[in-house]
């Protein structure tokens, strides 16, 4: 145990014991992918239960504990309907989501949601069209209930704008680690994102809980019985990205989902994916289900940029290790970026319309 971990750990017991609960901890079991700078962790209880327990100190404790409010609000709004138990759900304690805080380090827990099948690496092309169905009920889903949800504090517009002053900052070289001529590049993608923002109207577009990170390792499936291509989504866990906006910021990890190489644990992002026929299937799926609009299929090329600038660029040395961003945000800036002038994404608009 090194002194981050055991800092971690004693802020989750610390976290426990402020909790109004009689159950003691009898073993915290770390869980944390090592990717990324939260720590994650199974506290197992002398009555043999378990919780998910999670730290964090980078960001802000009070947009982490908006973000759980939105997120426990979203799970019971769900409740009675066929997603109602899909979502691990935060504990509480006066009907409020439960946070601790120690003025630097934070700390919520989480249901232990049951794991039902895992979907394989490489998915058949009815399983494909099985996720594009399902993901498009989840999004009808929340939909439906996203109107009572509070409105966020920061946006994609907001974390856009943010950034784009960011890299103005005399200081931009040493925060970013990137040469002018990098900055720059970035600086012009963080405008043509906000321009076509402001083109599109997409302000008033309709803004969801969306979850963002989808891969094979942070939801499960319940398969038929007598058929694999068929299957219901039966539990989702790890809400690093969630947020309340377009439900396109969900497609680009979908599409790496359905990819024909599979979900990989290979760390780069490209835009390959978009336009694989696999996605133009899971999309067709999806569609006609929870029906997308041209403009929307065409906006996934920005949903992409954002994702890049904002979660690779501007934040990603708070979401992944040191070793990992460096590797992600060259590829970013020196690849996926000046890439993303060529791609054309007028064909998924033609297959669907």
Known sequence: MDAVDARHRSVIEAAWSS????RAIES??????????NR???LRFDDGSTVIGKSSNYGSFFLFAEDHDRLHRTNRLLQGGPFERFMADVLTLD??????????TWAVFYDEVPIADRLPAVLTDGQVEQLGEQIGRFHRACSSVARMIPAPSKTAKSDAVNLFSMLHAHNAHEHFGLEQSRLDLVRRHTHRFLMAVHESGYDYWDKIPVLIDWNLGNFSVEFDATDPDVFVMFSRWDYDWFRIESRLLDFYFLSRVSSRTGDRSVFTYGAHTLLEPRFRRFLRAYHAVQPLTAPEVLFLKEAYRFFLLNYVVREGRHFFRYDFWQHLLHDAVDVHLPALDQLDLSELVDDLF
């Open 28 to 37: 915290i079991d770390e869980l944390s992918a090592m990717v990324s700078t």
């Open 40 to 42: 994650v962790y199974r």
């Open 19 to 22: 909790y109004r609960d009689d």
């Open 95 to 104: 009907d409020r989501p439960y946070l601790y805080y120690d003025g630097e």
